[in-house]
């Protein structure tokens, strides 16, 4: 048998543009990434030395070294910041390509159910400092592959709204009391879409099918035990009615009490007294959701348990990736480093994605043209070591 090398550094980048959206180099001079730039030639070798920086987690000044050492570019730190900030939406438009080019189609029998399930959730990113801006970043990943598909970065007088996302009919949108807006579900229901929500005992204000108001806090008082809550119930936003469902359950003595005590401290840190229903509400869980009775209430808690794989997407994007801390200050910095940071963890997906798929000789020929999934054990597309 031949003895086994070392990929050179050229074929793992010719292997990485097989991965890039069609046009990503031309986009650079339609985006003004390259345009008046007399040190970068084209967009490969300025993409090459921005993800130095931004996937090795090098400093400017560092990046600048080792660009010049590795007979990329010859640049300084302060210009090299001056072309990361003009590339900010060359890096958010390849960013948004690979996601939406490389995300995997939901099977139609998730969950025994032809729903195309989407969590939704928010997350801060703070530049260093006690003055420095604070970012929020608008997410949604499918469920299960937990590939994101959609994505929004504001600042922090943004509020959390389902009204970010386009709605495509058979979504169910799966989100945290912080989504439990009229508004936002007023959207998704507009567009086809479903919802499934938690909430608490004032977010959305429920009347009964009768459009009195609904005593939910007298219902879920009647759970014993494991028993389900499921109850019709109508929420008005403007002039629109929407019917839907609160289900519920007791949680355990432990969990309720872990709930009262997040209660009194949230309470606490917003300086006012916290409500006796507010604690005596926090003894359950329950949610909101549009989804009709073919789906049981046990199924539909069971579905809400997996919002909490959002919450683990957004620690490995901050802990190993390093997007939760920004290293710029002025506003174009900012974006454009989290749009590149982005980048990088949708060029890992898409690296897993093509890397769970089936070619023998290790990686896609057809540039841009993702293959059928074919598992098969022992081989590993991509990999540093080839015949």
Request: net charge positive; with cysteine; charged share 25%.
């Amino acid at each position: 048998m031949e003895p086994y090398k070392l990929i050179d550094r050229e074929d793992d980048w010719s292997v990485l543009v097989t991965l890039f959206p069609e046009g990503w180099q031309a986009k650079a001079h339609e985006l003004g990434a390259i345009q008046r730039c007399r040190k970068f030639l084209n967009a490969e070798t300025l993409l090459r030395t921005l993800l130095i920086h931004l996937a090795d987690g090098c400093s400017l000044r560092e990046t600048a070294v080792r660009a010049k050492y590795g007979e990329l570019v010859s640049i300084s730190d302060v210009a090299l910041l001056k072309r990361l900030k003009a590339s900010g939406e060359w890096l958010r438009w390849m960013a948004e390509s690979l996601m939406r080019h490389w995300v995997e189609k939901q099977p139609a029998s998730i969950f025994g159910t032809d729903l195309r399930v989407r969590l939704i959730d928010a997350s801060t990113i703070q530049e260093p400092g006690s003055t420095g801006s604070t970012w929020r970043l608008h997410y949604s990943i499918r469920l299960p592959s937990l590939q994101c598909d959609d994505l929004l970065v504001t600042d922090t007088e943004v509020g959390e709204t389902f009204k970010h996302f386009q709605v495509q009919p058979k979504d169910l949108l799966i989100g945290d009391r912080g989504l439990a807006h009229r508004p936002g579900i007023a959207h998704v229901v507009q567009g086809g879409g479903q919802v499934l929500v938690r909430t608490n005992l004032t977010h959305l204000p429920f009347l009964d099918p009768n459009r009195l108001p609904f005593p939910l806090l007298s219902h879920l008082r009647k759970l014993k035990k494991t028993q389900f809550g499921d109850w019709d119930v109508v929420v008005i936003h403007g002039e629109k009615l929407i019917s839907g469902r609160v289900c519920a359950l007791k949680k355990s003595k432990e969990a309720a009490e872990r709930a009262k005590q997040r209660a009194r401290k949230e309470s606490a840190k917003k300086g006012h007294a916290i409500q006796p229903e507010t604690i005596e509400a926090a003894e359950y869980i329950f949610v909101f959701t549009t989804l009709d009775r073919t789906y049981p209430p046990e199924f539909i808690l069971e579905l809400y348990r997996g919002r909490w794989q959002i919450e683990l997407v957004f620690k490995r994007l901050k802990s190993i990736i390093g997007l939760g801390h920004l290293k710029k200050t002025d506003i174009d910095g900012a974006k454009a480093w989290i749009h590149g940071k982005l980048l990088v963890a949708f060029l890992i997906e898409a690296l897993i994605a093509a890397g769970e798929r089936f070619f023998p000789w290790g990686y896609a020929i057809g540039k841009n043209q993702p293959a059928p999934a074919m598992p098969l054990e022992g081989n590993l597309p991509y990999a540093a070591l080839v015949k």
